[in-house]
């Protein structure tokens, strides 16, 4: 059974930093590409980030550009989301997501991902 779980979300100041982690068991990460979406309230759930298979391939949300950055430790089965020079309107909770057909390059529809995470309130403050 694949299970992800996010973590490091939390209350910052605007321009600050927070790193998202997202662990998977039943999943090896090396086989499959992985992405970050959001959702602020009242909102629909949007796209922020994704990595392909190898880590070879990146795609990112234009708001998000030069700020934020996905990574991947396939020892340690990890994705991760370094979010700097955080805004207010990156307010949300943002979720991980596993596509588990093997491809090398990164996929920003959400309707491409198999199972996804419960979620880490990310809350910044003006």
């Known amino acids: 059974q694949v299970q992800l779980v996010e973590s490091g979300g939390g209350l910052v100041q605007a321009g600050g930093s927070l790193r998202l982690s997202c662990a998977a068991s039943?999943?090896?990460?090396?086989?499959?590409?992985m992405g970050w979406f959001r959702q602020a309230p009242g909102k629909e759930r949007e796209f922020v980030a994704a990595?392909?298979?190898?880590?070879?391939?990146?795609l990112y949300a234009e708001f998000v550009k030069g700020r934020f950055t996905i990574s991947k430790d396939n020892a340690k089965n990890t994705v991760y989301l370094q979010m700097n020079t955080l805004k207010p309107e990156d307010t949300a909770v943002y979720y991980c997501?596993?596509?588990?057909?093997?491809?090398?390059?990164?996929?920003?529809?959400?309707?491409?991902?198999?199972?996804w995470g419960q979620g880490t309130q990310v809350t910044v403050s003006p």
């Open positions: 997501a596993v596509d588990l057909r093997s491809t090398y390059y990164a996929t920003a529809y959400s309707g491409d991902y198999d199972y």
């Open positions: 039943g999943v090896t990460f090396n086989t499959y590409r």
């Open positions: 990595i392909g298979r190898t880590g070879g391939h990146t």
